[in-house]
């Protein structure tokens, strides 16, 4: 059989999705867990999600390095001593610390799951946040922040954020130098008592659990003591309304790194599907109008893309791209003018159809396993979102029309509303 290569192969698109529902119980001391069982292979992941992101911090770098040292020494165990533990049963341990959230995530054969629980629980209680470990942990950090401040992309980004929500703002807070060098062990074991040690927190289980494991997990973590008293974050403001642009000159660089944004709005906001559609048809793939423009009309990039970053109380959208330095103005143009297109002119049927098929494709394929799975939903469980925003997602999608289209980019894409930095020249 030859095939026809002019023609493309027929395709079926996807107008729901189903999946597997979320368990939701509470352990003996309150906290609340979440389980997502798919039962394919004898693994499971445990998250202990906390609020302990930077918005909770009131001495910089502090929340990163209370984080990411608890695995770095107990009263009972050194930092060799622990990796040695979780190796030994095949365990694989993630400490992550992000804006709004902290977590501590477990993955192993379920099978080890009575074996990994009392660890994890020590991790939790008895972190003694010992100085070695924190001179060294402090200097990966310094060596690994001077190699990306080199990067125009890094700094780029940063710049965003600052220009966008503000230094002091935990969203445009960033890791700096001088607060790593600054940062004691009082610092880190302050932030830990008051934000982590006996707070309540948040269980999401994936994989091969049964209830038997949900009753050993209430032996081990559902008799900690939780505090009732309320925790107090960020109480500050943004930055002002500054949409003056932003150029970091660097001679020596042939290139310049681009970041075009404005604030929007969270997850929860009711044109944020209208807006992620035009998001999408605009930068959000690699068929994208500016992926056209720019990459394959112009030359000027290898890529250029266009997203929505949502955190817990604020979003915003973030064009990027990187080109040589003397196409940098004509780049910003192109950006402008296919944003111009999108006001002015109604996106065609196909078009609007071809994005929208993309999108329900791209979701439908990030729910390959029971961890993806529970990834997709950790955005509902703890931000708040409607029990129905996954089931509902691919309909939301295809429920944007062309108008809505036309009415969200003039809405939200106006010129005087687009932050610009660049890192390089123009």
């Given amino acids: 059989m030859i095939l026809d290569r002019t023609q493309s192969p027929s395709f079926q698109a996807i107008h729901d999705v189903r999946l597997p529902a979320v368990q939701a119980t509470s352990l003996t001391n309150g906290v609340p867990i979440h389980r997502i069982t798919v039962a394919h292979q004898p693994v499971m992941r445990l998250e202990c999600i906390f609020d302990a992101g930077t918005w909770y911090e009131t001495t910089p770098a502090s929340a990163f390095f209370a984080v990411k040292m608890l695995a770095e020494g107990t009263s009972s165990r050194s930092s060799a001593q622990i990796s040695e533990y979780f190796d030994r049963y095949g365990a694989f341990l993630e400490l992550n610390s992000g804006p709004d959230r902290a977590s501590l995530v477990v993955y192993c054969l379920t099978r ?19 100085e070695k470990e924190l001179d060294d942990l402090r200097n990966i950090t310094l060596q690994n922040l001077r190699v990306n401040f080199e990067k125009n992309a890094y700094l780029a980004g940063i710049l965003f954020r600052e220009k966008l929500f503000g230094t002091a703002h935990p969203y445009g807070r960033s890791q700096q130098p001088e607060a790593i060098e600054a940062i004691s062990r009082t610092d880190i074991a302050d932030f830990y008592e008051r934000v982590i040690r006996n707070r309540p ?16 997990i209430d032996q081990t973590l559902g008799q900690l003591p939780v505090r009732p008293d309320e925790l107090s974050g ?28 404005r604030r929007l709005f969270t997850r929860s906001h009711p044109d944020f599907f209208k807006m992620l559609v035009t998001n999408e048809l605009l930068g959000g793939y690699f068929g994208s109008r500016l992926m056209k423009n720019i990459r394959e009309d112009k030359g000027f990039t290898y890529g250029i893309s266009s997203n929505m970053p949502s955190f817990r109380h604020d979003g915003y959208l973030l064009i990027g791209t990187d080109v040589k330095k003397e196409n940098t103005q004509q780049t910003l143009d192109e950006i402008r ?14 078009e609007l159809q071809t994005v929208q098929n993309f999108m329900a494709g791209e979701f439908v394929g990030s729910l390959n396993t029971p961890f993806e799975i529970a990834d997709r939903y950790k955005v509902i469980l703890l931000d708040g979102l409607p029990t129905d925003f996954l089931t509902t997602y691919i309909n939301n999608i295809r429920a944007v029309t062309p108008d809505d289209i036309l009415q969200a980019a003039n809405k939200y894409l106006g010129d005087d509303e687009l932050l610009e930095v660049v890192v390089g020249g123009k």
């Fill in 112 to 130: 080890f799951l009575p074996e990994v629980l009392p660890m994890l629980r020590e991790l939790l209680t008895e972190p003694t946040f010992p």
């Fill in 201 to 216: 927190f948040q269980l999401i289980l994936s994989g091969d659990v049964s209830e038997t494991d949900i009753a050993l």
């Fill in 234 to 261: 960020f109480a500050g403001s943004m930055a002002k309304n500054d949409k003056s642009p932003v150029l970091a000159a660097k001679p020596a660089s042939v290139q310049s790194t681009i970041r075009l944004g």
């Fill in 337 to 350: 003018k296919e944003i111009q297109v999108l006001q002015t002119e109604p996106v065609t049927a196909d």
